[in-house]
């Protein structure tokens, strides 16, 4: 497995493990990560948990521990346990529990995860640098406990970085719920004055998932642990958040972390997507609507009936993503009944179908992957947020970088036409279409060789070198 690279082998390569919580919109910009900094010349290892490396092996025909060159370097894979599938009766449904997983991951799987890194020195590839992820704090615990430089990917906004800063630190009131008065609007350095659904939902008194909220919060207790934050964004678009928070807590932005042309063979895609690109081939440019909530969204029967109806009426085409545990909210008989005009799917390859020429608008949930995806691709929004940092990607998409439009739940079916014809027909449709195609550029010079986040990924590149030296 010694590959020759210039002056480097893979085994000589300085080593960076990164590692991600077990979830679609953690694995994606981990493992874009993971990938740009293989591209540069250094051994990467990806690690998740060991249910989710099975998925990604077989979708990207890869095994545990081989090596897949990328760039001027190599990716590799490797998972640990976290301790539900030692005990020989793995109940996937366990793992929708979030708050019940994120404790079993800090419990059992931080000590699994242990055992993997030390087990890379004990083979020849000591790591140089491990990076982890805002679910999981205890990854820079880990690698404190083993002297091992660390740093932290955020995979969300500058600007919920921002939110989320200021509320653990207590800099300013905030909301207590929805409805009360006590607190009209949070005023935060860099960031547009933000009501009580413009926040995070983590953080009102009603969100259901404590263990969730008291997770993300305890990142920032031991933050000055990591030597390096990154945050999935960049520079021209987030600015003045940057700037303001920049003064607060050293964050680099390396972003959008979305596929390019280097290795998209190697994808992380829990669910196999199904094809619909000969499809979209068949369609007028410009004409779909496609419309999707991620992968951990499931909408009220009621939601699901008006957003059927709501796309089934726009008049126009439209791709919907509708997940397998979903499939049974859909009104029935509709697949049959929108036949030849609507195309439902279970998985989709989204960073394709936004790059087509017959999308015309994307109804998202503004998870932050998919907000930099449609970004990246000059695509129009219809913002469709239901919580988390969703409502404030809504915010961000509408008000300040001005590329679409808001639902409001709860959502009525001929909302759905109404919106379409608002980000795709006339002069406002036009003004939006100017903002995404600049936007589309920007973020496309920022990862470019030499762009802003370009620039910031090599540092750290040329960083870890100098300390292996
Ligand atoms: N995604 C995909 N196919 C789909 C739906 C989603 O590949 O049919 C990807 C999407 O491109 C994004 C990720 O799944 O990278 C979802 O992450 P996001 O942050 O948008 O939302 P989450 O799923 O975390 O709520």
């Given at each position: 497995p010694h590959t020759t690279m210039g002056k480097e082998t893979a085994t000589t390569a300085p080593h960076a493990l990164l590692v991600s919580f077990p979830g679609q919109g953690h694995i994606n910009p981990v493992l874009r990560f993971a990938k740009r900094l293989a591209s540069k010349g250094l051994l990467v290892t990806f690690s998740s948990t060991v249910d989710i490396g099975q998925r990604i092996c077989a979708s990207t025909e890869t095994t545990p521990g081989t090596l897949n060159p990328v760039g001027e370097g190599h990716l590799r894979f490797e998972f640990f346990s976290?301790?539900?599938?030692?005990?020989?009766?793995?109940?996937?449904?366990?793992?929708?529990?979030i708050d019940a997983l994120l404790a079993q991951l800090s419990t059992v799987g931080s000590v699994r995860f242990a055992e993997l890194v030390r087990r890379q020195a004990e083979e020849?590839?000591?790591?140089?640098c491990v990076i982890g992820n805002?679910?999981?704090?205890w990854v820079l615990d880990v690698a404190g406990e083993l002297n091992i430089p660390s740093a932290v990917l955020w995979v969300q906004s500058l600007a919920v970085f921002s939110i989320y800063y200021h509320y653990f630190h207590s800099t300013v009131d905030f909301p207590?719920?929805?409805?009360?008065?006590?607190?009209?609007s949070v005023d935060l350095p860099g960031l547009p004055a933000l009501k009580v659904d413009d926040?995070?939902?983590?953080?009102?008194?009603?969100?259901?998932?404590k263990t969730l909220a008291s997770v993300i919060l305890s990142q920032f207790d031991n933050?000055?642990?990591?030597a390096w934050v990154f945050a999935n964004s960049f520079e021209e678009l987030e600015h003045d958040a940057l700037e303001a928070i920049s003064k607060l807590s050293p964050v680099v932005p390396i972003g959008p972390l979305v596929e390019t042309g280097?290795?998209?063979?190697i994808k992380g895609d829990i669910w196999k997507a199904e094809d619909c690109m000969e499809w979209l081939d068949r369609q007028q440019p410009r004409s779909v609507v496609y419309a999707s909530v991620g992968s951990v969204v499931v909408l009220g029967r009621d939601e699901m009936a008006e957003m059927a109806y709501g796309l089934r009426d726009s008049g126009r085409a439209f791709l919907w993503v509708v997940r397998e545990d979903c499939r049974?909210?859909?009104?029935?008989g509709f697949t049959e009944d929108v036949k030849g005009r609507g195309m439902v799917v279970a998985w989709s390859p989204q960073d394709e179908v936004l790059a087509h020429?017959?999308?015309?608008c994307f109804v998202t949930h503004c998870g932050w992957n998919s907000t930099l995806e449609l970004l990246t691709a000059g695509v129009p929004v219809i913002a469709y947020p239901q919580w988390g940092d969703q409502l404030t990607d809504a915010k961000f998409l509408v008000d300040?970088?001005?590329v679409g439009t808001r639902l409001k739940a709860?959502?009525?079916?001929g909302e759905f036409a109404k919106r379409v014809g608002e980000v795709t027909e006339g002069e406002k449709a036009e003004e939006v279409r100017g903002r995404c195609l600049a936007l589309k550029e920007a973020a496309a010079r920022a990862v470019a060789e030499g762009g802003s986040s370009d620039r910031n990924i090599q540092a750290f590149v040329d960083d870890i070198r100098r300390r292996v030296c």
């Open positions: 976290n301790g539900w599938d030692e005990d020989g009766d793995d109940d996937p449904s366990r793992r929708g529990d020849g590839r000591p790591v140089a805002p679910f999981m704090p207590a719920d929805y409805g009360s008065d006590d607190v009209v926040l995070p939902s983590f953080l009102l008194e009603s969100n259901p998932y933050i000055n642990k990591a280097v290795s998209g063979v049974h909210q859909l009104p029935e020429r017959a999308i015309a300040v970088y001005k709860p959502v009525e079916r």
